[in-house]
């Protein structure tokens, strides 16, 4: 059960940013990605200078758009952040729809989607539909972990994937009768026109190394955080807190800013359901499994949990699990005395239907905490409900 071509390369690419290989070889890499960073930071540069100016057209929608995004590549715990405000406004009487792409979603081949975009096809194609708010229509496969798993939690809130949002929402407008759009990922994405930009800040990496993309994981350079109304600070401990404030408040005096953190809540047998008590984990013996940006969290929180970890997996993000490697990891875990597997929600989703579970496998089930700007995030709720 080794590592695609893929997730090999996606392991070293890191490895590489964060300075961990050494020797020419890669010292050399370094010095070429830096250089095409300054390339890609004066491209998005100037892509933002035309939004701004009206060059390049937004697209309104008429109705309210919230932005929920990152200026950083994965990991900041975007989706149940999106979740809590998407629960929100609904609790205020918004009927709400999520606008996703759909990342890592089963895609048609490269020369259907040329000929597609060619004839265009692409454009008069419906976007795919996770759920309308009553139904859930589409597997993991189909729409991507996160829409999915936004679906599977949020059953009256429709979730729709396509690259073009802004044919997704006018389909969320007109077919489902959303009033309220929520924009997952849409920091970068400029041509819906947003009311609302929020903006998460990783407490524990908050941008990288500093490098755009490819030498770092800024998809922008961290002066363009001024565009955000709102921020974010997740993973936070509520301490020490205090110098990241204050450096965001210098990019952005205007951008109100709420901490939270990732909390444990439940344990869910991903085959049948079944819900243990955080209070299981202390003291069994565990396999970890992940497949996600950033597994040290989940890793520690299970340990801080009292669980004895005899058995690690780590996949590259959005990894598409097959049977077998999950029979594998059973048996793995089996020999190594493991009373449970323990993986992420973002991971259960993606896991295929097996008959024998001889160990049974749970995911953690994490919802966030307001820390610190409870007051400001709900009066800022109200705002967008009510303006």
Known sequence: MGLSAKEKLERYYIALINEQKEGRGADLLRFCMRHLSYIYGV???????????????HHTLGCQVISIGNLTVGGTGKTPVVEVFARALQKEGRKVAILSRGYKKVEHSLGKKMLDKITGRARRRPPRVVSDGAELLLDSDMSGDEPYMLASNLPEVSVLVDHDR??????????????????????????????????????????????????????ESIGNINRADFIFITKSTGRDSENLKTRLRALNP????????????????????????????????????????????????????????????????????RQQEIIDIINKARKNQAEAVITTEKDSVRFPKIERQDVPVFFLRVEIKLLSGAEDFYAYISRICFR
Do not use: M, W
């Open 166 to 219: 802004v044919k997704s929402g006018r389909y969320a407008i007109d077919k489902l009768r959303c009033d309220t759009l929520i924009l997952d990922d849409g920091f970068q994405y400029r041509r819906l026109k947003h009311r609302a930009e929020i903006v998460l800040v990783d407490y524990t990496n908050p941008f990288s190394n500093g490098y755009v993309l490819p030498r770092g994981l800024l998809r």
């Open 254 to 321: 205007r951008a109100e800013i709420s901490e939270c953190v990732h909390c444990p809540k439940y344990l869910q047998n991903v085959y049948s359901g079944e819900r243990k008590d955080l209070s299981f984990l202390s003291q069994l013996k565990v396999a970890l499994v992940s497949g996600i940006a950033a597994p040290q969290g989940f890793e520690a929180e299970v340990k801080r949990l009292g669980a004895t970890r005899v058995y690690l997996k780590r996949f590259a993000d959005h990894h598409r699990y």
């Open 43 to 57: 491209i998005t540069s100037c892509r933002n200078l035309l939004y701004d100016h009206g060059i390049f057209r």
